[in-house]
């Protein structure tokens, strides 16, 4: 009793001192020195009767006493862009998208290990619940040797910075001091609540002690996503500034900085696509580990994880493009001209690949799921229908690539009469790219669907009608989507835009609807046998490397393509850059750094495989109890 009490106290004590860590950033950042140590100075300037200077800014348009100094204007010289015998920009491009990638991670593991730690507490299957802490405490073992890796490449990024563009960091720091302080301490505060949570495990994993470790995993996350949130304050001021006038004086609101006009939707954006990636790297992880397994018991253990860690990640692509179309509008609504460079201009082509590798995600992930199919007994009535899918699939996937004008030689362009094919130009419009994209993720729900239901026969007496339901609303959905692709050619182009507003509830209301009416007439099915986990085929933990690795190239194309938008400003309209680089390459040489980023990575984060490895035997869990294959599969998990 006594002990159990010391174990309260201390773990009380403990989440009292990470809130404590939370809040002391934001205590010692209230006497603001951007602010705080400037006002006095205009207070004294007009007690003094001398002029106090304003400026008006120039996204929100308001007035404001000027407190900081002007954009520097650079030059070309070991002053401004000091270089070694390397371009500077490909040094700078290599240590942040490394450093991207592993905060991307670690941001996004800590929050699948909160969701699945919360299933194991919440469950009344005590089997099960061991079953889930294992798998959550495996997720947290994985990101954190990844944790450290991002604090040095953290570290890595800002002497890089400091070293080749000084003028340029040394204007963005005197622009976000605070904000800059904030981020260093809440770094802080992270590390030590991941190590406590870590470490404290196996020390809080019964009763009250283990919510108050699960707690501790809320507090890890918020501090995770604040950061993100003030990283992405810097890109989302890089291109679109505000908080400053024309000449980039600060103007002493760091709200206005902070909150530029792609910030929200960077935000959504990078929470979503880090989610997904994340989701994706351990499921590569889990392939990784099924594929290299010695005995039945691990093949089932990792099997279950790729599956989950599959679906956490997918069910946060699914979302994704509708959010990167949001993103997409803000930055025509800031400036159209950045827009037309996007999707109409020198980074169009790079979006056909983008569009490519989205296509290759969803295939990837169909792909899985009717292969996992084949470890459920009674999944077979489904397998007949699986080829109309894969027809649906690749129609929507062919419409979503084709590009709407083509890159060609003088002579190819006279022999086809033009930059656009009589016939496959029609399919790059937005209009019937909408629906392309539309088609593939309510296929994708439909897939999901069915291996929601592969074993199960549902017992409720309205369940002929409800699957009657369930097919004609599917039906009607592919209908509506084609339909307003189609109709789409025979209105003007800003109503055109409208449609897409249509098409995405309709697909909206498939992944909801359906899944809460599967749900329902799911409950209390007769199950046609357990699944049998560890009885997949191979091919399918290597669709799951694939998705893992089109996710990765992936997130570095949208970050050069959402970098190059800004062509040869480092802060949009505001500081120039002067450098020899201020232009933008050649989409091959953007390929070639991508996947060179990409297989760096993925050789990196083998060593932290390896390294997650070494700790095995600290398992918290006494047994793998309830292997996967041996008892019903959890219900929650599909």
Not at 35 to 46: L, Q, R, S, T, V
Request: with cysteine; aromatic share 16%; proline share 4%.
């Amino acid at each position: 009793m006594g002990l159990l009490t010391g174990k309260r106290v201390f773990s009380i004590m403990a989440l009292c001192m990470m809130v404590g860590l939370l809040l002391l950033p934001i205590v010692i950042a209230l006497p603001s020195p951007a602010i705080g140590e400037e006002a006095p100075a205009g207070d004294a300037a007009k007690k003094d009767g001398d002029k106090v200077e304003k400026g008006r800014d120039v996204y929100y348009k308001t007035e404001g006493i000027v407190v900081g100094a002007p954009a520097p204007k650079t030059t070309d010289g070991p002053k401004d862009y000091p270089r070694y015998n390397f371009e500077s920009r490909v040094l700078i491009w290599f240590a942040n998208q490394q450093h991207l990638y592993y905060g991307s991670f670690v941001l996004a593991v800590p929050i699948f290990c909160m969701i699945i730690e919360f299933m194991g507490v919440v469950t009344k299957d005590k089997a099960l619940a061991k079953r889930y802490d294992q798998l959550a405490y495996d997720f947290i073992k994985i990101s954190l040797t990844a944790y450290s890796l991002t604090a040095i490449l953290g570290g890595i990024l800002i002497f890089t910075f400091l070293t080749l563009y000084p003028a340029f960091f040394g204007y963005l720091s005197s622009i976000f001091r605070p904000v800059m302080h904030i981020y260093a301490l809440m770094f802080v505060a992270e590390s030590g609540t991941l190590y406590i949570y870590y470490y404290g495990w196996d020390k809080m994993k019964e009763g009250f002690l283990k919510w108050i470790h699960l707690s501790m995993s809320v507090v890890l996350n918020v501090i995770g996503t604040l950061l993100m949130f003030l990283a992405n304050s810097w890109i989302g001021f890089m291109m679109s500034p505000a908080g400053v006038d024309e000449q980039g004086r600060y103007l002493g609101n760091i709200w206005h900085v902070i909150h530029t006009a792609l910030w929200n939707p960077l935000n959504l954006h990078r929470i979503l696509g880090n989610m997904a990636f994340g989701g994706g790297v351990v499921a590569a992880y889990a392939a990784y580990k099924f594929l290299s397994a010695k005995t039945e018991e691990d093949r089932a253990h990792y099997d279950w994880m790729g599956y989950i860690a599959m679906a956490l990640g997918v069910a946060f692509l699914i979302p994704l493009p509708f959010a990167g179309y949001w993103l997409m509008r803000e930055v025509y609504a800031y400036r159209q001209q950045m827009g037309i460079t996007l999707m109409g201009g020198l980074l169009a082509w790079l979006f056909i690949i983008q569009a490519t590798m989205i296509g290759i995600l969803f295939l990837s992930t169909n792909y899985y799921l009717w292969q996992a199919m084949g470890r459920m007994r009674g999944a077979e009535k489904y397998q007949r229908y699986i080829k109309y899918l894969v027809f649906l699939l690749i129609c929507g996937f062919l419409v979503f690539i084709t590009p709407h004008t083509m890159v060609m030689s003088p002579a190819e362009l006279k022999a086809m009469g033009g930059q656009q094919h009589p016939v496959l130009g029609n399919f790059g419009v937005m209009s019937a790219k909408n629906g392309g994209i539309n088609v593939i993720i309510t296929t994708t729900v439909l897939s999901f669907i069915w291996y929601m239901r592969g074993n199960k026969v549902s017992t409720v007496s309205w369940a002929k009608f409800g699957n009657i339901f369930m097919g004609v609303f599917f039906a009607c959905a592919y209908i509506n989507i084609i339909w307003l692709a189609i109709y789409g050619y025979y209105i003007p182009a800003n109503v055109r835009v409208g449609l897409s507003v249509p098409q995405v509830a309709t697909t909206l209301s498939c992944l909801f609807f359906m899944f809460a009416l599967n749900t329902v007439m799911m409950k209390g099915a007769k199950q046609m046998g357990p699944i049998e986990w560890g009885k997949i085929s191979v091919r399918s933990q290597y669709a799951l490397i694939m998705l893992a690795t089109a996710f990765t190239w992936m997130m570095a194309l949208m970050g050069y393509i959402r970098s190059s938008v800004r062509l040869f400003w480092h802060v949009n309209e505001i500081m120039r850059d002067n450098s020899p680089w201020a232009y933008t390459h050649t989409v091959g040489f953007a390929a070639n750094m991508i996947s060179f980023n990409v297989l760096f990575f993925w050789i990196s984060i083998l060593f932290v495989f390896w390294m997650g490895s070494l700790a095995a035997k600290k398992a918290p869990v006494e047994a793998k109890a309830g292997i996967p294959g041996s008892v019903p599969q959890p219900a929650a998990s599909h």
